[in-house]
């Protein structure tokens, strides 16, 4: 049987960020199974460090790399002549390349689906400022809207120009690491991701510093800048607390997930986020969550069932994120109940192979097959 000629625009270089650790797992799984016949255009970040936040940069550097990224659809675009392009996008000033890419798709007859990488779609239809002008834009030039979480699923159900809206979660692989101890006689606190503000990293430092108990040690995880790194050395040395905040830096993903393994409860305070693939492994290796009421975070913690996996607070709230930690280090029973909800529900409803079948089949559909 003919495999649908699909071309992916995503950043892919592994271990930068969710949307590429997403399209790794994606590529990965599909040169294992052959599923469609995959191509890639790869726009990782390029010109700008991760972590740099400044907004010039991100405009001039943005603006560039823009550009170049859809010179490159065109051409290989009608060179490869796709059926269809899944085009991955995390909103903002990239809205105005995808309305081009789109565009260019509508022009040479080329199906397109715009994949919504980012929990912020029902702020900016609320506030109705400029990214979401231009994100109407994009959705009606593109074939179908797909999404990551319910709220933002929700928030585009009634817009009668989305031709087809869909939701499809994040997808991960099982992840068998045996269970594992520090050997430090803490009680482990870990965080993966960007060290940067929007992460909540401020927060998680007051936090933690606010804890009565002194057996706890906190691991950060994730890339980072000096500026970062010299706040928190600074922070831990005039807090007296050095030897109870480690900061590893950025390491191989096996690395990465054997820290997690053997921590106790995992904490991503985020202010925005998509679908986090560091909550997603945290939950495959039945670790206890305690993260923000953004994105899918909710939907993926199952915080408003009889079976959550962990705890929701609401962003830069230092006071309720301590508050949560605290709970869960006194109540050692509900820490390992959510723990094991957490696992569960990974393993059903998060499986690779379960949520590309759901790929292709909107593939199909996209194309009237």
Not at 1 to 14: E, F, G, H, R
Not at 116 to 138: D, H, P
Not at 155 to 181: R, V
Not at 257 to 286: Q, W
Request: aromatic share 8%; charged share 25%; with cysteine.
């Amino acid at each position: 049987m003919k495999k649908i000629k699909v071309l992916l625009v995503s950043p892919v270089i592994p271990n930068i960020g969710g949307i590429s650790n997403w399209a790794n797992k994606v590529i990965k799984y599909n040169q294992e199974h052959n599923l469609i016949d995959l191509n890639i255009l790869d726009t990782s970040l390029r010109g700008r460090d991760s972590t740099d936040e400044r907004m010039w940069k991100r405009i001039v550097y943005g603006a560039v790399q823009a550009i170049t990224d859809f010179f490159k659809f065109a051409v290989i675009s009608l060179k490869i002549k796709p059926e269809l392009v899944h085009l991955c996008t995390s909103g903002s000033f990239a809205f105005y390349k995808d309305y081009l890419i789109c565009s260019f798709c509508n022009l040479i007859g080329v199906k397109s689906i715009v994949h919504i990488r980012f929990g912020r779609i029902s702020e900016i239809k609320k506030s109705n400022n400029w990214e979401w002008k231009i994100a109407q834009k994009v959705f009606r030039k593109s074939d179908c809207v797909m999404t990551i979480d319910n709220t933002t699923c929700d928030s585009l159900s009634n817009i009668k120009y989305i031709k087809k809206l869909i939701n499809i979660p994040n997808p991960i692989d099982e992840i068998n690491l045996p269970k594992a101890e520090m050997n430090n006689n803490k009680f482990n606190i870990v965080f993966v991701g960007w060290v940067v503000k929007t992460k909540g990293i401020y927060e998680l430092l007051e936090a933690f510093l606010k804890l009565e108990r002194k057996d706890v040690m906190l691991h950060i995880l994730g890339k980072i800048n000096d500026d970062m790194k010299r706040y928190i050395c600074d922070f831990t040395k005039n807090n007296n607390v050095e030897n109870s905040i480690m900061i590893h830096g950025y390491l191989p993903y096996l690395e990465v997930l054997n820290i997690v393994n053997k921590s106790d409860i995992f904490v991503l305070p985020s202010y925005t986020e998509g679908f986090p693939n560091s909550v997603l492994e945290a939950m495959m290796l039945g670790k206890t969550i305690i993260s923000t009421k953004v994105g899918a975070i909710p939907d993926m913690l199952d915080i408003n069932t009889d079976t959550p996996c962990g705890i929701c607070i609401e962003p830069k709230n230092e006071k309720e994120l301590f508050e949560a930690i605290n709970r869960l280090m006194n109540e050692p029973m509900l820490m390992s109940e959510m723990a094991k909800n957490a696992k569960r529900k990974a393993l059903s409803q998060y499986n690779i192979s379960n949520v590309m079948i759901q790929y292709v089949d909107c593939y199909k559909s996209v194309l009237g097959n």
